[in-house]
């Protein structure tokens, strides 16, 4: 069964911490993985990774892949407040079908 | 407004009845998606739809029911409400490719008593 996992569930951190939110996955016919920013509404789009060892960046936000670990990381550098949200990791299949994990609920404290 | 939107945004039904939820896009988007979401599982698939006419089953499928009349509208029915399908519903939409990431809507929450 297709599967994404991501660690941790939760984390509470401080203003000008980095964090790092992990996404494992287990899919048959893998095509990309993407993250989203969710904020007490719809998901919004972070990035999408298909290759590996490419570092995908915007601002204080970067991502990468590994596909033969079948992994991703997603790092926050410098957080703020803004940042607190649910951030999901799916992964794309050959397909149409689109797998989520559970997502990590990050809290930024002042 | 371009964009995808739902309707309508809070509903709350009895068990047993009937509820549509609508979706609407106007990027002339192929792929629509709907999606529910509920505490510590995420965003599980429910169904999709490739075209007009063409519907298929994703994740958790039981109890819901689907159409694609037209392009621009995928409403998901409930035919038989229950109270596990209190959850929050997210339509989605995107492109032709599978490189192309999915646009969500809003959000309905709907809660069955």
């Known amino acids: 069964e297709d599967k994404v996992v991501q660690s941790p569930l939760s984390l509470v951190v401080h203003e000008g911490d980095t964090v790092t939110l992990n996404c494992s996955y287990e899919v048959t016919n893998f095509r990309s993985l993407l993250w989203y920013k969710q904020e007490k509404k719809a998901p919004t789009f972070l990035f999408m990774l298909?290759?590996?060892?490419i570092e995908k960046k915007s601002g204080r936000l970067s991502s990468i892949l590994d596909k033969k670990e079948l992994f991703s990381i997603l790092n926050i550098t410098a957080t703020q407040t803004g940042d607190s949200a649910v951030y999901l990791c799916a992964v794309s299949e050959y397909g149409n079908k689109l797998v989520f994990g559970a997502g990590t609920i990050l809290r930024v404290k002042s | 407004d371009a964009g995808i939107t739902q309707s309508p945004r809070y509903k709350i039904t009895e068990t047993g009845r009937q509820v549509t939820l609508m979706c609407h896009q106007t990027?002339?988007?192929?792929?629509m998606f709907w999606y529910r979401q509920d505490l510590g599982h995420g965003l599980r698939l429910i169904y999709y739809?490739?075209?007009?006419?063409?519907?298929d089953k994703g994740e958790v499928p039981d109890g819901y029911v689907v159409s694609r009349s037209k392009t621009e509208n995928f409403p998901l029915t409930l035919e038989s409400a229950t109270r596990s399908q209190t959850s929050v519903y997210f339509c989605a939409s995107r492109g032709g490719s599978t490189l192309y990431e999915q646009y969500f809507g809003p959000g309905t929450r709907l809660t069955v008593t």
């Open positions: 739809s490739a075209a007009a006419d063409i519907t």
């Open positions: 298909t290759s590996s060892g």
């Open positions: 990027w002339s988007h192929s792929y």
